[in-house]
């Protein structure tokens, strides 16, 4: 069946550093690739996505590329800042879209001033 | 502002008890909606499917008569957690598609549920 797989946290980085979050897929066909984001006491916001292989989501800075050949979706930021503190979802719904989303376990991201 | 809103968004209920909670898309109808549990510091888990005018469909585990799914209009599903016990004390939150595509989803805030 789909899954979605993650690197594991809590990912620690000083303000301004280089953030990458690994993300890796298993699914038949094409499915759709999404990042979400959760910040503390709130509910899920999406924050990029892309639908077919090569597409690159970007949204606030963060950017993911769909690599069909790798089943990967990695989230990269160039310069993270403490407001980006949250957890973070890699999530795919299968070619067949029915809506079902498919989450990763999500990664901690903590980003010191 | 929020297309998709829950209620309530933080509830204590006594061990035994039922509790209801309730999503809502506020400007698009949704003949799909999708619930979703949350333990602390995992990942979210389907639950199940919501289906307007009809049962729900149940992820593997999940139980139905404990988790009572009903989506009587287009613009909402409840979930009512029945006789509920301190295990049940979790995140719950839905999500309804914009689209037919399924591409525009769109969460709840979620409900914080502690049984006591």
């Known amino acids: 069946g789909n899954s979605v797989t993650q690197m594991e946290g809590p990912v620690t980085l000083s303000e301004e550093a280089f953030l990458t979050i690994n993300c890796t897929y298993t699914?038949?066909?094409?499915?759709?690739l999404f990042w979400y984001v959760q910040y503390p006491g709130e509910g899920l916001q999406l924050l990029l996505k892309a639908t077919k292989a090569d597409d690159k989501g970007s949204n606030k800075g963060f950017e993911a590329t769909y690599r069909k050949e790798t089943t990967s979706f990695h989230l990269e930021k160039g310069s993270v800042q403490v407001s980006d503190s949250a957890v973070y979802f890699c999530a795919l719904i299968g070619s067949s879209n029915t809506g079902k989303l498919i989450f990763g376990q999500g990664t901690t991201l903590q980003v010191k001033p | 502002g929020a297309v998709v809103s829950q209620h309530p968004s933080w509830v204590i209920c006594k061990s035994g008890t039922s509790v209801k909670i309730e999503c809502r898309s506020l400007?698009?109808?949704?003949?799909?909606m999708f619930w979703y549990r949350q333990f602390p510091k995992q990942s979210l888990m389907l639950m199940a499917t919501s289906n307007e005018g009809s049962k729900a469909t149940y992820e593997q585990g999940v139980e139905k008569d404990k988790f009572l799914i009903n989506h009587a209009s287009l613009t909402l599903s409840t979930l009512t957690v029945t006789s509920a016990h301190p295990e049940d004390s979790s995140f719950y939150i839905c999500s309804a598609n914009r689209d037919r595509e399924g591409n525009t989803i769109y969460f709840g805030e979620g409900s914080w549920l502690t049984v006591v």
């Open positions: 400007d698009f109808q949704a003949t799909t």
């Open positions: 699914a038949t066909g094409y499915p759709s």
